[in-house]
């Protein structure tokens, strides 16, 4: 990101529809965070365009994609030890 310049832009906007919208959420602080340590002063926007409903399974009763969309929210914030060859 840095090095395509996004650290000069007064705005970015992280946005993204469908399953993107899901990545629009999980990957938006990240690079604010990454933007923002070389400048301070540009302003980064999340906007996802469409959530999947969160109904629940009528054979079930459980709210599925809630029970999903909790898993890969952690799993994404899990964090790792990576030693590289």
């Not at 090095?3 to 007064?10: P, R, T």
């Not at 469908?18 to 070389?38: C, H, M, N, P, Q």
């Not at 540009?42 to 959530?51: A, E, N």
Request: proline share 2%; glycine share 6%.
């Amino acid at each position: 990101m840095i090095d395509l310049g996004m650290n000069k832009a007064k705005n970015v906007i992280v946005c993204g529809d469908s399953t993107g919208s899901i990545a629009t959420l999980l990957w938006v602080d990240f690079i604010s965070d990454r933007i923002k340590k070389e400048n301070n002063n540009t302003k980064v926007l999340g906007i996802p365009d469409w959530l999947y409903s969160d109904f629940k399974n009528i054979k079930t009763g459980n709210y599925d994609f809630r029970q999903l969309n909790n898993e890969m929210l952690q799993f994404a914030h899990k964090e790792i030890e990576f030693e590289p060859n």
